[in-house]
């Protein structure tokens, strides 16, 4: 019964419609052969043997269906029409004509050897023409309606543009009519897409969107920076059009772009967005079939880092999270299930060295992301204790717990405040970093570090602060007229983490190259400038620990990039895991930052006190044979 149910749609509604190409591409053999014999016979009817010339065709036919079967052109390997169907039906006529030539001659000559020759070409001119009527007819149906949809300019005329105006024009009820292209390459000048021209270049915008009436402007350039979206949205501003544009590279991840896809232009594009490379084989080689484990899972980077893990195919991705709502929120994007029943959602205290000791018994992970970390650095500034039980202590214990389940490949999250640290955030993340590099001398895995800056979307951005802000009427708060920061979009931060991941290092520090620096003055005013009401700037001051400029590298740290060219690594002093035993959560907030700073800024620590003076959870393995720093510093420089 279950083969008679699936056979039954196949046999009427899959074969009628290959039969029926099978079919028109013999009619075309029959008809090629027929006019190339006329030809042959200077068109005397009287000379030609009809009788042979059936009997020819009909062994055409059997032979051509034969070649096509074995080409893909009859079962359903491509879409009809397309140019890797019309490559299949170039290699059947390869097949068939010479086929057809030793046939003939084994039949006794049925028709003139030249006419089979020129017989190929001809049917080879007609199939494709019969193919590309019909798809011309099929991509007329599909066309919207000018009338109904809203014309558009589409900015782009490579690669992405193409995609974008086959999607536009291939659904009736896309909402977008493309009605002329802008290109900057003076070689497209005449250059068309399925019909659509190119009109100019960037500079000729508002006088083709006059002359074709134009509702909106469409960048469909997917590797555009930021810089060239902004070029581009002021020349569109004054032309009362909408501006919209395709997602980056980093989103589509290899896949078309979609007409669901174009979206009005955000301040992500307007700041963040660059083109990432990414070596797939690489990230491949230490993601696929390994047991990956994120913790920070429900944050915005950790559950950004989940998404583009989870597409390299591992065999087990286990979320870790205190926070119970992110990990819902991070199973949703994944699997739009949201059940919560799944063992690899794991709520757990990076705090907790028991629960940390449970999970990774558990899961047995390969490979570990942790992004798990408290960053506001006012609160920090504030509550220092908390910086050092999550961000340092957590961290600690993280790292320990990965060396005693043996896992092979680390990553610790970091951030550009740990670059010449002058706050709590930032020496509680230079210290994760050192201790990091203390535990990679002495793992048999790789464990490094990744730095990198503001990530645009992220929870606590200034844009999701002065978008808030503009909700309520304002004003929008800066703190300085001269500060400036570094901005990336989660996806190509993550992206590139990942990329990290991949490199070979010993305990360094990789700092992602984040582009130019951005004046939070001039993003401010672009957000207050579109919003519908009239919204203020008020600037408050630098707050305690806050930099005019951030860096991504230290004074001593070179910007050395041996592996790809947007990862600097830089080599980091090591941080015994035993002198964290000089930390009290309970001292005062002034000694507490002080001993921070000073376990951020000094030289390579071996462990100064007795195993026996340091929480069991606290101890390290023995050491093995990698390259470390062992300067000793005098008991003297404690503070």
Not at 268 to 294: F, K, M, Q, S
Not at 516 to 533: E, F, L, Y
């Amino acid at each position: 019964m279950h083969v008679r149910r699936s056979a039954s749609p196949w046999f009427s509604s899959v074969l009628p419609g290959r039969a029926t190409r099978a079919g028109t591409d013999a009619l075309a053999l029959a008809a090629a052969l027929l006019i190339a014999t006329l030809l042959r016979h200077d068109g005397h009817l009287g000379e030609t043997d009809f009788r042979g010339l059936l009997v020819l065709s009909a062994v055409a036919a059997v032979v051509h269906t034969l070649a096509g079967i074995n080409f893909g052109l009859y079962t359903g390997r491509w879409a009809y029409g397309c140019f890797e169907e019309i490559a299949a039906l170039v290699k059947t006529a390869a097949v068939v004509t010479p086929a057809l030539f030793l046939l003939d001659t084994l039949l006794g000559r049925l028709v003139p050897r030249s006419a089979i020759i020129a017989a190929g070409l001809f049917a080879l001119v007609l199939a494709a023409g019969v193919r590309y009527t019909v798809r011309l007819a099929k991509d007329s149906r599909l066309r919207p309606s000018p009338e109904h949809g809203i014309r558009v300019v589409v900015m782009g005329a490579g690669e992405g543009a193409t995609q974008v105006i086959r999607a536009m024009l291939r659904s009736p009820r896309s909402p977008y009519v493309p009605v002329a292209l802008l290109d900057d390459d003076p070689g497209k000048r005449a250059y068309r897409i399925m019909g659509v021209p190119v009109a100019g270049n960037r500079d000729a915008m508002a006088e083709v969107v006059r002359r074709f009436d134009a509702e909106a402007v469409v960048i469909a350039i997917p590797s555009a920076s930021a810089d060239l979206i902004r070029a581009l949205t002021d020349l569109a501003e004054p032309l009362n059009v909408d501006l919209k544009v395709v997602p980056p590279v980093v989103e589509l991840f290899g896949r078309t772009v979609r007409v669901e896809d174009i979206r009005p232009v955000s301040h992500e594009d307007l700041l963040g967005r660059r083109e990432i490379g990414i070596d797939l084989a690489a990230v491949a080689g230490y993601l696929e079939g390994r047991r990956v484990l994120v913790t920070g899972a429900g944050g915005s980077i950790g559950s950004e880092l989940c998404r583009q893990v989870a597409r390299f195919n591992p065999a087990k991705l286990v979320m870790l999270d205190r926070d119970e709502s992110g990990l819902h929120a991070v199973q949703l994007s994944l699997d739009g299930r949201g059940m919560l029943d799944d063992r690899n959602l794991v709520v757990a205290d990076i705090r907790d060295q028991q629960r940390l000791d449970e999970v990774f018994a558990e899961h047995r992970p390969h490979v570990v992301f942790h992004a798990a970390a408290l960053k506001h650095l006012p609160l920090l500034e504030m509550h220092p204790s908390e910086a050092l039980k999550t961000n340092i202590i957590g961290t600690y214990q993280i790292l320990q717990t990965a060396m005693r389940h043996n896992v092979d490949r680390l990553v610790n999250i970091s951030t550009d405040k740990a670059a010449d640290p002058c706050s709590v955030l930032g020496y509680s993340k230079r210290i994760t970093e050192r201790l990091t590099a203390a535990a990679d001398a002495s793992a048999d895995g790789t464990y490094c570090s990744v730095r990198f800056g503001n990530v645009l979307g992220s929870r606590g951005s200034v844009l999701t602060a002065f978008a808030a802000q503009v909700e309520a009427g304002g004003p929008i708060t800066v703190t300085h007229p001269d500060v400036n920061r570094y901005f990336m979009t989660v996806q190509e931060a993550v992206r590139l983490v990942i990329q990290a991941g991949a490199l070979d290092s010993n305990g360094e520090v990789l700092v992602l190259d984040m582009g130019d620096p951005v004046r939070i003055a001039d993003v401010a005013k672009r957000i207050a400038d579109a919003a519908d009401a009239h919204i203020q700037i008020v600037y408050t001051g630098l707050r305690p620990g806050e930099k005019i400029a951030e860096i991504l590298l230290g004074p001593d740290e070179p910007d050395h990039r041996p592996n790809h060219p947007l990862i600097s690594q830089a080599p980091v002093p090591p941080l015994d895991g035993g002198v964290l035993s000089l930390l009290d959560p309970s001292a005062s907030r002034t000694d507490l930052i002080a001993v921070l700073k000073w376990l951020a800024e000094s030289p390579a620590l071996p462990a100064v006190l007795p195993k026996a003076v340091a929480p069991n959870a606290w101890h390290r393995p023995a050491p093995r044979s990698k390259p470390r720093h062992t300067e000793a510093v005098p008991p003297a420089r404690l503070p």
